[in-house]
């Protein structure tokens, strides 16, 4: 087979789940890319996946950026090109909306930078049996009838004691408004499709704001650190939005 001069022929064993990762992140660094891929069976040789990664980037499947405040790691993102392809390939993709300001958009860099840490952590210690990622919940929440009650940072599944069990997750780098609260408790008062949602925060003056909102939704909700996350896992200690006295994320998923 001949190709054009400068074309590029896309491995479905390499190149797509390479994209469809960088996709499903929004924003990842690369570092984070390359444990995602090496993690996940794709590429173990870290030149290799340079090279690959340099020419999907090359090639306007991804884009790259430099973002100072998330440190000097080159940043990658999917280009329209690359969504294209996925898209092609199966996967549904719903954009977020543009952000309004360069300030809006580190932030969300910087967001999806942390939650990224957040499921390595998991991947890393053999506790992930599935993660479903934002692009995907939002791609069920507006073309399928089988609705979450909003677009959760993902919903995941755990392996815990010989058994599997789901939670919403939700990462609060910072604290919302007020009135978005409000719209987020009148949400989660109708969901049916999760039993349980795992708030994490940095902080945890954010979470007991964030908890003074959601007291009243009768889902249970659960609190807890980011970095207790990253140390324990399920076994960290985790607040209920009820007021119960704090148990081990594990306990709560049983």
Same mark, same amino acid.
């Given at each position: 087979m001949r190709y054009f001069k400068g074309s590029v022929a896309l491995s479905q064993a390499h190149d797509l789940p390479l994209l469809r990762q960088v996709l499903r992140s929004h924003f990842v660094t690369h570092s984070q890319l390359f444990e995602f891929i090496k993690l996940g069976g794709y590429e173990r040789d870290r030149k290799v996946f340079n090279w690959r990664l340099g020419r999907l980037v090359a090639?306007?499947?991804?884009?790259?950026?430099?973002?100072?405040?998330a440190g000097v790691e080159a940043i990658y993102s999917i280009s329209p090109s690359g969504a294209a392809v996925l898209e092609g390939a199966g996967e549904c993709y719903v954009p977020l909306p543009t952000p309004r300001t360069p300030q809006k958009r580190e932030v969300n860099v910087l967001h999806a930078i942390e939650l990224?840490?957040?499921?390595?952590?998991?991947?890393?210690?053999?506790?992930?049996v599935l993660w479903i990622s934002e692009s995907e919940i939002r791609s069920r929440n507006e073309l399928t009838p089988f609705k979450y009650a909003k677009d959760y940072d993902a919903v995941v599944?755990?392996?815990?004691?010989?058994?599997?069990?789901?939670? *919403?997750?939700?990462?609060?780098?910072? *604290?919302?408004?007020?009135?978005?609260y409000l719209k987020v408790a009148n949400k989660l008062s109708g969901e049916r499709a999760v039993e349980r949602v795992l708030y994490l925060s940095p902080s945890y003056d954010v979470l007991s704001f964030a908890a003074d909102y959601l007291k009243r939704v009768r889902l249970p909700i659960f609190?807890?650190?980011?970095? *207790?996350?990253?140390?324990?896992?399920?076994?960290?200690?985790?607040?209920?939005?009820?007021? *119960?006295?704090h148990q081990s994320l594990r306990e709560v998923l049983k």
């Open positions: 090639h306007g499947f991804a884009s790259r950026q430099h973002v100072p405040s990224n840490d957040i499921r390595l952590s998991l991947v890393r210690a053999g506790l992930e599944t755990v392996a815990v004691n010989g058994h599997s069990a789901r939670f *919403a997750l939700e990462y609060e780098r910072t *604290a919302k408004k007020e009135s978005d609190f807890g650190l980011a970095s *207790a996350w990253h140390a324990k896992l399920l076994d960290m200690p985790v607040a209920s939005s009820h007021g *119960a006295r």
